[in-house]
């Protein structure tokens, strides 16, 4: 059913946000031919260690989206302030409706709506307004997440999660997290394979499912 999808969109927070989130899919979606886009609505340079220049995470959010295969003109990013979506709804949600009338996206990847930072929690509430006639996944992102739907999976081979692991080293900015790292990607992607009777997968709460 995902071979049907010409048009993808990820909506991103912050700059690495789609790539922790569903990586390994976005590999697997253009290694299939999807034209996929990738939307990132905060470069965070008010939360950049002082040891990296202010704007490192467009550097490293460019080379990421290299390694999952992604066009470089289908990256577009936006400069909103980290922490302060919620004060710029109106604006966002212009924004997005933009993207939704030059990409006319078949598919949609966002948060969840029970994400509880902020920032995500507006994407994915602005995402569903903006694009509620294509279909609408929403990734996970387990540190954020109180609660999740694991109601759809995506399969993943090796080479997808090796694509996801490779891509997220390209932010050395932000290699101290406690998620940013190899052992904990591939040991959730493990636990969602066994979810579903395979190695690896993503999973994603469905929210809005249209069959053409």
Not at 53 to 69: F, H, M, N, Q, R
């Amino acid at each position: 059913m995902i071979n049907n999808f010409k048009k993808v969109l990820v909506l991103a927070p912050h700059t690495d946000d789609g790539e922790f989130g569903c990586g390994g899919t976005i590999a697997k979606l253009v290694e299939e031919g999807m034209d996929v886009y990738c939307a990132a609505f905060s470069a965070c340079q008010q939360s950049v260690l002082p040891q990296f220049p202010s704007d490192i995470l467009i550097t490293e959010v460019k080379a990421a989206s290299k390694v999952l295969g992604v066009k470089d003109d289908n990256l577009i990013l936006f400069d909103y302030d980290v922490r302060t979506f919620n004060f710029r709804r109106q604006e966002i949600l212009d924004d997005m409706i933009k993207l939704r009338t030059k990409i006319q996206p078949d598919l949609v990847l966002l948060p969840s709506v029970k994400d509880i930072h902020q920032d995500h929690n507006t994407i994915a509430v602005e995402g569903l307004r903006a694009f509620k006639f294509s279909s609408i996944l929403a990734y996970e992102v387990p540190w954020n997440n109180f609660s999740f739907s694991t109601s759809s999976f995506v399969h993943l081979d090796e080479r997808h999660v090796a694509r996801k692991v490779e891509a997220l080293k390209e932010y050395k900015s932000q290699a101290h997290r406690t998620y940013a790292n190899e052992e904990f990607v591939r040991s959730l992607a493990r636990t969602r394979g066994v979810q579903i009777g395979t190695k690896y997968a993503e999973t994603f709460d469905v929210v809005r499912w249209i069959i053409r």
